[in-house]
């Protein structure tokens, strides 16, 4: 997400009370994830093992937990817990703000789009032209909502990301200040979530249809034409790519990638990256065919083992 105007390097140590190594006038213009930062962006890091993979990403402007050298070009914040001072950034650049009525004021509402009873839209929000909101649908701050979408009663699109910390005490939650895209003739299902992105976008590309229960998490994006059945769980930072088709209960882990064309088969669970123009199947999920061959052999072991203890 991008601030509102560029920070300097010593703006944003001064708000954190934390040191800064670098250029002073050294610019940030807004922040995000690993996996989506851009030139400009700043990104936090808190674990040694994902030190050199920040420090070589596109970010500019690196949050980091340890005293080291300072790439050509960028600037460091050097900050005893990163993930707090990730968070009073959001706090503090993308606040919660609490409404007062069920449709925000400055919510933008294109010309045909049919809002039903109990709706709750959100500060920000913008939906375009011939949509169809049923009744009981959340669409939380800055949502976007292209054409001709149509959302089933009881959705919540742009509820906070599953992304915590743990420590001594409990749970840290890291705070949501990204949002949720939906193009144009998407249909989302009765009772679906989509998570908002920590610092970016979920998104669930033009003419993607989902069914009912599906949870989508956060930063996750979808390609076009996607088919998603019942109680599909898509896990965060994930990317999907055009006419992928996921069958009912399909389970798919965070940070992964599913080539275009790829059709996985109902109650799947994957765990890596998917190939495009495959049909997958079984957990861990694996080509199909490969996997009805395991099964059938499978079916033969009682008869095998028989006819061992048999000729003994």
Same mark, same amino acid.
Request: hydrophobic fraction near 35%; aromatic fraction near 8%; charge should be negative.
């Given at each position: 997400?991008?601030?509102?105007?560029?920070?300097?390097?010593?703006?944003?140590?001064?708000?954190?009370?934390?040191?800064?190594?670098?250029?002073?006038?050294?610019?940030?213009?807004?922040?995000?994830?690993?996996?989506?930062?851009?030139?400009?962006?700043?990104?936090?890091?808190?674990?040694?093992?994902?030190?050199?993979?920040?420090?070589?990403?596109?970010?500019?402007?690196?949050?980091?937990?340890?005293?080291?050298?300072?790439?050509?070009?960028?600037?460091?914040?050097?900050?005893?817990?990163?993930?707090?001072?990730?968070?009073?950034?959001?706090?503090?650049?993308?606040?919660?703000?609490?409404?007062?009525?069920?449709?925000?004021?400055?919510?933008?509402?294109?010309?045909?789009?049919?809002?039903?009873?109990?709706?709750?839209?959100?500060?920000?929000?913008?939906?375009?032209?011939?949509?169809?909101?049923?009744?009981?649908?959340? +669409?939380?701050?800055?949502?976007?909502?292209?054409? /001709? =979408?149509? @959302?089933? #009663? $009881?959705?919540? *699109? %742009?509820?906070? !990301?599953?992304?915590?910390?743990?420590?001594?005490?409990?749970?840290?939650?890291?705070?949501?200040?990204?949002?949720?895209?939906?193009?144009?003739?998407?249909?989302?299902?009765?009772?679906?979530?989509?998570?908002?992105?920590?610092?970016?976008?979920?998104?669930?590309?033009?003419?993607?249809?989902?069914?009912?229960?599906?949870?989508?998490?956060?930063?996750?994006?979808?390609?076009?034409?996607?088919?998603?059945?019942?109680?599909?769980?898509?896990?965060?930072?994930?990317? +999907?790519?055009?006419?992928?088709?996921?069958?009912? /209960? =399909?389970? @798919?882990? #965070? $940070?992964?990638? *599913? %080539?275009?064309? !790829?059709?996985?088969?109902?109650?799947?669970?994957?765990?890596?990256?998917?190939?495009?123009?495959?049909?997958?199947?079984?957990?861990?999920?694996?080509?199909?065919?490969?996997?009805?061959?395991?099964?059938?052999?499978?079916?033969?072991?009682?008869?095998?083992?028989?006819?061992?203890?048999?000729?003994?």
């Amino acid at each position: 997400m991008d601030f509102s105007k560029p920070l300097k390097l010593s703006e944003i140590a001064e708000f954190l009370g934390c040191k800064f190594r670098g250029e002073a006038e050294h610019l940030t213009y807004g922040f995000n994830e690993i996996h989506r930062v851009r030139p400009g962006d700043l990104v936090f890091v808190d674990h040694p093992k994902y030190y050199k993979t920040a420090l070589e990403s596109a970010a500019t402007t690196i949050l980091i937990n340890q005293e080291v050298a300072v790439p050509k070009g960028k600037g460091l914040l050097v900050s005893e817990d990163p993930f707090r001072d990730f968070n009073r950034l959001t706090e503090k650049y993308f606040p919660f703000q609490a409404r007062h009525s069920a449709i925000s004021p400055n919510a933008e509402i294109g010309e045909g789009t049919i809002i039903q009873p109990g709706c709750s839209i959100g500060s920000g929000v913008k939906i375009g032209k011939d949509c169809i909101i049923h009744s009981n649908v959340s +669409i939380n701050d800055n949502c976007q909502i292209g054409d /001709q =979408v149509v @959302i089933q #009663a $009881n959705t919540v *699109i %742009g509820s906070d !990301a599953f992304y915590y910390k743990k420590r001594p005490e409990g749970f840290d939650r890291l705070l949501s200040g990204g949002n949720v895209v939906i193009e144009d003739q998407v249909e989302i299902g009765a009772g679906c979530t989509i998570d908002r992105g920590v610092s970016a976008d979920t998104r669930i590309g033009k003419g993607s249809i989902l069914d009912n229960g599906v949870h989508i998490g956060h930063d996750t994006v979808i390609g076009e034409k996607c088919l998603f059945a019942a109680q599909v769980g898509v896990a965060g930072c994930c990317q +999907i790519g055009n006419e992928v088709t996921l069958w009912g /209960q =399909v389970g @798919i882990s #965070a $940070n992964l990638s *599913i %080539g275009d064309k !790829a059709v996985v088969l109902a109650q799947s669970g994957v765990a890596k990256s998917l190939l495009a123009g495959k049909t997958y199947f079984g957990y861990p999920a694996d080509e199909a065919r490969k996997r009805h061959r395991e099964l059938a052999s499978l079916r033969l072991l009682p008869e095998i083992i028989n006819h061992i203890e048999i000729e003994k």
